[in-house]
């Protein structure tokens, strides 16, 4: 093969062909077995019974499901009728990564565009920008909203000082507060996707219609948006998808009260309940739920792709 | 697969071997031994100590029963948890020979019901729960447990509730004057009512948060142990703590020896650095609780030995220790908690 | 040619973007400075939490933390790069191979499965198969989410690389090493390098992971904090965040250079 003249075959002139699967190797052994496996066994760990005052017992049941669907009352001898809470919970949490995600997309849309019409210097330098954020420890940021949006933080006394308010808006925990900490938390996953894909939109459409005569929000709905929409998708699963099962922001900015289902799950396992089969009984319906997303995404991008 | 766990698991061995030299791992509460006394025990003893930390009794256990047992040598439970602990096996001996100051136990606490003779564990401090108010938020009546379970509307809306099992259950159970370890069902279930009532008025679930919150002003009022409000009063806070007509929780911190502990003989040594008077003295002062052992008198400071909060009113009415129930009853009670925090 | 990129309020919206995102940075980093023990009164600038974070009596937990942190996070973020380029060599270079789109899924699926769902998965793993939990386990599962970081900023690379350098080297006699060692390595470099960085930074950052599965006594910077703020935001704590704050802002600097080093190597 080496020393030959003829071109060698595409993607076996270079020899790897014939080490695929040595190269490949540690892949599969470290995600194979410190993902896959742990998560097959979750499942599992779902179907056993709580030992009392923590700890699992291997006894197969569905009592981790039934729990989380069902209310049997508080001795557990009435008729079962549905069980609302964790299903209000998982609905919250949705809900709340779906609004974020939304309000991610409003803001971050238009900055992406802006920063992508820039002159190169400055669109360097407001790349940066947004770049930084998203670096910085996720940990560090939400202490950081928190501190801000205090009861006697920098914002109130602002906008008290400003004569905007009179009394101090009681933000910390609430819901809006972990809102706002899920949007904060995860608005530079969403400008960074969409910037790549508007940077990538070629100009002259726009152009040709405005030629014809169609408004700029015209344009903007009937052909950018169409164009740069695997760039908004992208970015949108990059948003919901953390903030579906976030901790930090529910658990520093909402108070221990307004559980989502990362403080759900987490309350299982490091908190006082200990019963490990109901957390990995909501982790699985958590991660069935964002499987169902990103296959939804997954077919949507293929159709896209066909088109 | 197999020579990779097999080098994983040698990795961690080498690690826990290391581990053993001069260390001591502690399980402990949430900001309940001043740095500067572990420090004191490195520098006479060479031992390294390293602190993790809980917020309750209750998460304490989970987290040993969830494997926790056999990497910390000591942890710090309450009375009726030691019981719980040993009955489950969880819990190391030793003998008064092995620890010289094991004669400095006060003898009020030689005898307890949960280690009878002190063969598992040593007293740590002893304080009480009940709960205390912000005077500049709320200067009206404080002397009953319906200012958290059925709050004046100045209240409402602005309390924190101890994210601990025993201590609200007992609270609760004392406010509607129904016994511990109940199984009438009628009780329970009034118990349960009483509780998801109140939970509408109160802001946040938290122990590990319930001095911050009282000194930052997010809470007006907060269910708190005796020593920690006296701290929220040291840094600021206007907050007087309740000893409320129906009662209140008394507990015994002890720490034990936990089964399997890595480094025995360091946690021996640490228990008996305890028992010394002078630094019980030292939790007491930054604790701000009572210590359970004898001759601390000397060392203590003023502002501790006569604050309010560690001097009950003369008619006030006493305070009650939890009791250990039965699994069956606990089950109930764990129930009810369940349908609270959910 | 101006007309059609602009769009009335984008400007405002692109601002008020920044400023959200920056207010409570800005917030933090000045308070940092702030002389007074309360973290709600002023009481002039002054380096004391700076001085207090190395020598105060947090000081041992914070420098014990910080070097878990910065250990594991050079360790995991090496190995998984060092598989990341097998990976992508493979990937890229292998041509079709049976089990392709499958690897292709593995390699993302750490992307693709929740935090929480993976810290869960992981803790139950390592209890079942009695592994203690500690540094080590940290570690593996620091490895492990690392990988798709590092492999796409490497694949992407290698993607942009033409065959024909290494064909001609392989015309000249050079073996399948020597050829990578000396043409396809240097060429990889500052993807390799930007995917080394981002996981570094990944590992560096990861909170909800290393919480459950650390061990007794095992603290990182994010579990420090954590467990710090959990009774109030204290003036040391500004300080830290402050200083991990420059850390991050040195690394987008430092991946910003490479990737510009990149684009010229390219051209």
Redesign the interface.
């Known amino acids: 093969m080496a020393g030959g003249m003829t071109p060698a075959p595409q993607g076996n002139g270079t020899g790897y062909r014939a080490i695929v699967g040595p190269l490949l190797i540690p892949t599969w052994v470290m995600i194979g077995i410190f993902l896959v496996l742990p998560v097959l066994l979750m499942a599992v760990y779902s179907f056993l019974t709580k030992e009392f005052r923590g700890g699992v017992v291997w006894d197969f049941t569905l009592a981790a499901y039934d729990q989380f669907f069902l209310n049997r009352g508080l001795f557990g001898d009435e008729p079962p009728v549905i069980e609302w809470t964790y299903i209000t919970i998982f609905w919250r949490s949705i809900w709340q990564a779906a609004l974020a995600t939304l309000i991610c997309l409003i803001v971050g849309f238009p900055t992406a565009w802006f920063i992508a019409t820039r002159p190169a210097r400055t669109r360097a330098v407001w790349l940066f920008l947004v770049t930084v954020p998203y670096w910085v420890n996720l940990l560090i940021r939400t202490v950081s909203l928190k501190f801000l949006i205090r009861e006697n933080g920098p914002l109130n006394e602002s906008l008290m000082a400003l004569g905007l308010i009179t009394d101090p808006l009681p933000l910390v925990n609430t819901n809006l507060a972990v809102q706002l900490g899920l949007f904060y938390s995860y608005l530079p996953f969403m400008v960074l996707p969409v910037y790549a894909a508007v940077e990538r939109y070629n100009f002259a459409l726009s152009e040709a219609a405005a030629d014809l005569y169609a408004s700029r929000w015209v344009t903007l709905r009937e052909i950018v948006l169409p164009v740069v929409k695997p760039g908004i998708i992208a970015g949108c699963i990059l948003v919901f998808v953390p903030s579906l099962g976030a901790f930090l922001a529910p658990d520093l900015l909402g108070g221990a009260k307004t559980f989502m289902i990362g403080s759900l799950i987490d309350e299982q396992f490091r908190g006082s309940q200990g019963n490990w089969p109901f957390g990995a009984a909501a982790a699985m319906i958590l991660m069935t739920l964002v499987l169902i997303v990103l296959t939804v995404y997954a077919r949507a991008q293929t159709k896209g792709d066909a088109r | 697969m197999k020579k990779l766990l097999t080098t994983a698991t040698a990795f961690a061995l080498l690690a826990g071997a290391a581990h053993a030299e001069g260390k001591l791992s502690v399980y402990h509460w949430f900001e309940y031994i001043p740095q500067e006394l572990v420090d004191k025990f490195t520098a006479e003893t060479g031992i390294e100590v390293t602190i993790d930390t809980y917020d309750s009794n209750e998460s304490m256990l989970a987290a040993l029963k969830a494997g926790k047992l056999g990497q910390y040598d000591v942890a710090v439970p309450a009375d009726f948890m030691v019981k719980i602990m040993a009955d489950e096996g969880m819990l190391d001996t030793f003998t008064p020979e092995e620890m010289p100051n094991h004669g400095n136990i006060a003898p009020q606490w030689m005898d307890v019901y949960f280690d009878t003779g002190r063969k598992s564990s040593i007293p740590y401090q002893w304080g009480g729960t009940s709960f205390s108010v912000n005077r500049d938020v709320y200067q009206g009546d404080i002397s009953s447990l319906g200012i958290i379970f059925d709050p004046p509307p100045e209240l409402q809306g602005k309390i924190n509730v101890l994210d601990s099992q025993n201590e609200v259950l007992i609270l609760g159970s004392l406010y509607l004057g129904i016994p511990q370890c109940t199984t009438d069902r009628d009780q329970l279930k009034a118990l349960n009512d009483m509780l998801l009532n109140a939970k509408q008025h109160w802001a946040s679930f938290g122990s590990d948060t319930s001095k911050d919150v009282l000194v930052s002003g997010d809470a007006a009022a907060g269910m708190i142990y005796n020593g920690f409000s006296a701290k929220a009063r040291a840094e600021g806070a206007n907050v007087e703590y309740s000893y409320p007509k129906e009662g209140h929780v008394l507990w015994m911190d002890n720490m034990v020896l936990l089964k399997d502990a890595p480094n025995r003989d360091n946690a021996i040594k640490f228990m008996n650095f305890l028992l010394e008077p002078e630094n019980a003295a030292a939790v007491t002062n930054y604790a701000a609780y009572t210590s359970g052992v004898t001759g601390v008198e000397p060392f203590l400071d003023d502002a501790i030995k006569n604050s309010p909060e560690n001097n009950p009113p003369a008619d006030a009415t006493p305070g009650v220790f939890a009791q250990a129930c039965d699994a069956e009853t606990q089950k109930l009670y764990d129930a009810i908690w369940t349908n609270l925090k959910k | 040619?101006k007309?059609?990129?602009?769009?009335p309020?984008?400007?405002a919206?692109?601002v008020?973007?920044?400023v959200?995102?920056?207010?409570?940075?800005i917030?933090?980093t000045g308070?940092s400075f702030n002389g007074s023990t309360?973290?709600?009164t002023w009481g002039g600038f002054s380096w004391r939490w700076y001085a207090d974070v190395f020598t105060g009596?947090?000081a041992p937990r914070f420098k014990a933390a910080a070097w878990n942190s910065i250990t594991i996070a050079i360790l995991a973020a090496t190995t998984a790069t060092?598989?990341?380029v097998?990976?992508s060599?493979?990937?890229i270079?292998?041509?079709?191979?049976k089990g392709k789109s499958a690897?292709f899924a593995?390699?993302n699926?750490?992307l693709?499965?929740?935090?929480?769902?993976?810290a869960?998965?992981?803790?139950?793993?390592f209890?079942?198969?009695g592994?203690?939990?500690?540094?080590?386990?940290i570690l593996?599962?620091h490895?492990?989410?690392c990988?798709p970081f590092a492999y796409l900023p490497i694949a992407a690379r290698l993607q942009g690389i033409e065959?024909t350098y290494?064909?001609a080297a392989?015309?000249l006699?050079?073996t399948?090493a020597q050829?990578f060692r000396l043409i396809?390595l240097p060429l990889m470099m500052p993807g390799i390098l930007s995917g080394f960085l981002l996981a570094f930074?990944i590992s560096?950052?990861d909170?909800?992971i290393t919480?459950?599965v650390k061990?007794?006594?095992m603290e990182t910077l994010?579990t420090a904090?954590?467990?710090s703020?959990?009774?109030?935001?204290k003036p040391n704590?500004?300080a830290i965040?402050t200083m991990?704050?420059a850390v991050?802002?040195l690394?987008?600097t430092l991946s910003?250079l490479v990737n510009r080093i990149g684009q010229r190597t390219r051209s």
């Open positions: 040619m007309g059609v990129r602009h769009y309020g984008f400007l919206m692109a008020a973007c920044l959200i995102l920056y207010a409570p940075l917030v933090v308070y309360s973290i709600t009596p947090d060092a598989i990341a097998a990976a060599v493979a990937m270079r292998g041509g079709r191979f690897t593995l390699i699926l750490p693709m499965v929740p935090e929480i769902v993976t869960v998965a992981t803790l139950i793993f209890s079942a198969i592994l203690t939990t500690g540094y080590m386990t593996i599962a490895i492990t989410f990988i065959e290494e064909q392989r015309d006699y050079a399948r050829a396809l930074i560096l950052d909170f909800i919480n459950f061990g007794a006594g994010p904090i954590f467990g703020v959990k009774q109030g935001i704590i500004m965040s991990m704050l991050s802002v690394f987008v910003y």
